[in-house]
């Protein structure tokens, strides 16, 4: 039998759970047979059962982070030291000791490629040495992998001119057989227009831009709601961004949504506002695509390359509140329209989704370290 090995020891968010459920049901699916998969992680509640795959539930005893180093430098190996392991697939850190035939780490945090001013880092020091540690991680640790995962071609471009890596494959954290989304078109002027913003209160996520934009529809009598997904409570910053808000009724702080209550949203707007200057997908934009409904998003590189091919998307400058207002106002009054999108080639060695990836990685096609 022919063993994987996948760590997945911290991810807690609603993106990493997302990322590990799609992994593992593509590994059970598009592994070659004889095949299996040992997965590791710190909660393994919710996780599809499925009969190539085996979970192993690694207890918290540290923190987070000491859980996470201590697992990767000297519990992984040990536990691992009796077993040949064919592929080691890292779904997060990249600093693991064990012994593999090929190895691949998963990079979805592009924190440390995020603009970063000192305003931000005074604002958020915690933040700020994350940041600090990632970049370390991935000028240093990340190459002793193989092959080095990211989502968007951007990231790879960025990923090469900062680190100097070349073994990077860029795999979009898509389910095979995703139909095409297409935008629902629906009437504009009846009633309030309804935006949704799925942010949460982080500094890169920009969004003052987006409390701003509402301002400035507030005062030119647009009769408009703007959801957010904070709680005022979550955090001082959170407080901050509430406070900051006060003036505007029409801004809701809605606070953390459930999948059910998040597709609910999705299909209760008119309009998806999305202002983050760094992202390494931009999950809210793909999902949103999906439910079709329009979207005005900051004109980024990631987030053109994550909607893909759209009908029905705007995008406005980093920043520009002002941008943000003429065109939600001009959307809902009829006096200008949402715009397309369309995908970019991508270069190989890509993967379209989550089945192409895993064939990728367990086939004999990739060589190992051919160019570090």
């Not at 599809?48 to 005893?61: A, K, T």
């Not at 600090?132 to 071609?153: A, E, N, P, S, T």
Request: with cysteine; glycine share 8%; net charge neutral.
């Amino acid at each position: 039998m022919t063993r994987a090995v996948v760590n997945a020891l911290n991810l807690a968010s609603r993106g990493g759970r997302t990322v590990l459920i799609d992994c593992v049901q593509a590994m059970n699916t598009c592994m070659p047979a004889g095949w299996n998969a040992v997965v590791y992680a710190r909660d393994i509640s919710g996780l599809p059962e499925l009969p190539r795959i085996e979970y192993r539930q690694v207890p918290s005893r540290l923190g987070a982070w000491l859980d996470r180093l201590w697992f990767e430098w000297h519990a992984l190996g040990q536990m691992e030291a009796n077993n040949p392991v064919a592929l080691f697939f890292s779904l997060q850190g990249a600093s693991a000791r064990i012994r593999a035939d090929r190895s691949a780490v998963y990079v979805h945090h592009n924190l440390p490629l995020a603009p970063w001013p000192l305003r931000q880092f005074l604002a958020f020091p915690k933040l700020g040495i994350q940041r600090i540690v990632y970049d370390l991680v991935y000028r240093f640790g990340i190459r002793k992998r193989d092959w080095v995962i990211v989502q968007q071609d951007a990231s790879r471009k960025a990923f090469r001119s900062r680190y100097g890596m070349k073994n990077i494959i860029v795999a979009q954290p898509l389910n095979a057989g995703r139909p095409a989304p297409v935008w629902r078109r629906p009437d504009v002027g009846e009633g309030p227009l309804r935006i949704f913003a799925p942010l949460v209160a982080l500094a890169h996520k920009d969004v003052e831009t987006a409390i701003e934009g509402a301002r400035l529809l507030k005062l030119r009598g647009l009769d408009f709601q703007l959801t957010l997904t904070i709680d005022p409570a979550e955090s001082a910053y959170a407080m901050r961004l509430a406070h900051s808000a006060a003036d505007v009724p029409e801004i809701r702080f809605c606070g953390f949504l459930g999948k059910d209550a998040l597709d609910a949203a999705y299909k209760s707007h008119h309009l998806l506002l999305y202002t983050p200057t760094m992202e390494s997908w931009g999950l809210p934009l793909s999902e949103g695509a999906s439910h079709g409904i329009g979207i005005l998003a900051i004109d980024a590189p990631y987030a053109r390359e994550t909607i893909g091919d759209y009908d029905g998307v705007t995008f406005f400058p980093p920043g520009d509140a002002h941008a943000i207002a003429n065109s939600a106002e001009g959307y809902w009054t009829g006096t200008s329209t949402l715009g397309t999108n369309r995908a970019t080639q991508q270069q190989p060695p890509y993967a379209e989704n989550w089945d192409d990836l895993i064939r990728l990685l367990t086939s004999d096609t990739l060589t190992t370290r051919e160019n570090w």
